[in-house]
Every structure is written in structure tokens, then in C-alpha cells.
């Protein structure tokens, strides 16, 4: 199918040359573009085929990474030495991070709290041994209405060095409680790492059964007289 253009100039006698429009430059131009977008789509499948295969072969290697995972036992024992936590991090035992700093953090609390009340008590008991009637910090600790005379002096006396002795004492066992949480990060971070490469599996077993024994110790016999009956003990491991 063809069409033709064919016109004349007015008051020229050139004569402009045809020109022929056919349908197949559009059909050809149409299939070029159809073929164009075939092969983009075809190479973005690939692409996304490939990235798709490259990421699910980088997760399999970080799982087989985490797998394989064997620390050194010297370098958690520094890292634990260094900085508590630091060896389970090494060890990748995220877990145990919030039960060794949580020990830390109730220690110190602890030790802070005892503190206080040691220096409190302390306070008290120096203002009820002098003789400065100023000096009254000892009133806050009594009931309401109770009050400090002769009769009972010597009683509040003993109290309040027996408190300050109490907190002074369990300020301490907060301070040796929280030097025990940190060596137990040590031990437990070297130990973890020194048994990363222990043999858990199912293969693990005790197997105890009946046996025919031989003098030389073999299972199988050939005369019974010469054989020994008893139990068969094996380790797997």
C-alpha cells in the first residue's frame, strides 16, 4: 500500500519531486521497538536472576561462616580482660551481654546503696559519741516521736555502730561480687572459645550390649568351649 505525493509550485514550472509513504517503514520501525523492549526485559530478568543468586549465595556463606565460626581462646581471653564483654562479642554469644552487664549494674548499685547507708549510720554515730548537742543528724533514723535521752543513749549507740558496721561490710561484698562477675566473663569467654571445636553431634554415645569374647579378644569364635560370654562397652565420640 502506497501513497503519492505529487504537487506543482505556483508560477514555477518545477515540479516537486514525489515522495512515497509506505506502511512497512511503520511496521518495521514498530517491530525494531517491539524487539528493543524484548531485549530490555530479557536483560533485566538476567539481572534480577543474578542479584537474585548472588544474595542467596552470600546469605548460605554467612551462615557457613557462622557455622565454621572457631575463636581464639588467647585473643578472648585479652578481649575479656580488656573490656568485660568484649570476649563474648568475640565469641559471637550476643546473648550473655545482658546477664554480665546487668550483674555489673546491680553490683554497683548495690555497692552504692550500702555506701550511702554506711555513711549515713557513720554520721549518726559520731554525732551520738560527742557531746555537741548541734549535732543531731541521728534524729532522722528515729521512729516518730521517739527521742534520744539517757535512759536509752547507750542502747542507740550500739544500733547505729552495728548498722554502719553492717552496710560498711556489704559494701564491700557488693564491690568483691562485682570483681567475681568480671572474672566469670573471663572464664566463661576463654572456656567458650577452648570448646568452639567440641564434638556435640548425635554421634555421641554409649552403646552397651551383649558380647561372645574370645581369649584374644575377638567377637567372632569358632569353637563355643574356647568362648566367654559378657557385656560390650562402647564410647562414640
Excluded at 539481572?47 to 543468586?53: D, I, K, P, Q, V
Aim: charge should be positive.
Amino acid at each position: 500500500m502506497a501513497a503519492t505525493l505529487n504537487c506543482r509550485a505556483q508560477g514555477h514550472n518545477d515540479t516537486v519531486t514525489p515522495v512515497f509513504l509506505t506502511s512497512t517503514d511503520s511496521i518495521g520501525k514498530a517491530v525494531g521497538k517491539a524487539d528493543s523492549i524484548e531485549v530490555v526485559s530479557t536483560v533485566g530478568k538476567e539481572a534480577l536472576s543474578t542479584a537474585y543468586a548472588d544474595s542467596v549465595r552470600l546469605v548460605d556463606n554467612i551462615h557457613r561462616n557462622m557455622a565454621a565460626w572457631h575463636p581464639d581462646p588467647q585473643r578472648a581471653l585479652w578481649m575479656a580482660l580488656v573490656l568485660p564483654g568484649a570476649g563474648q562479642i568475640y565469641n559471637r554469644k550476643y546473648w550473655k551481654l545482658p546477664i554480665i552487664y546487668g550483674g555489673f549494674m546491680g553490683c554497683l548499685y548495690a555497692m552504692n546503696w550500702n555506701n550511702m547507708m554506711y555513711k549515713d549510720y557513720s554520721q549518726a554515730y559520731l554525732d551520738i559519741m560527742d557531746d555537741d548537742p548541734n549535732t543531731a543528724s541521728y534524729n532522722k533514723f528515729l521512729h516518730l516521736g521517739k527521742k534520744i535521752d539517757s535512759s536509752n543513749e547507750e542502747r542507740y549507740k550500739r544500733i547505729f555502730k552495728s548498722r554502719k558496721d553492717r552496710y560498711r561490710r556489704w559494701r564491700d561484698m557488693s564491690f568483691f561480687c562485682m570483681l567475681g562477675v568480671y572474672a566469670l566473663s573471663v572464664i566463661d569467654a576463654y572456656v567458650d572459645a577452648e570448646l568452639s571445636e567440641f564434638d556435640i553431634s548425635k554421634d555421641l554415645s554409649l552403646r552397651v550390649e551383649p558380647a561372645v569374647m574370645t581369649v584374644d579378644g575377638r567377637k567372632s569364635v569358632t569353637n563355643i568351649g574356647a568362648a566367654s560370654f559378657g557385656l560390650n562397652c562402647s564410647l562414640r565420640f
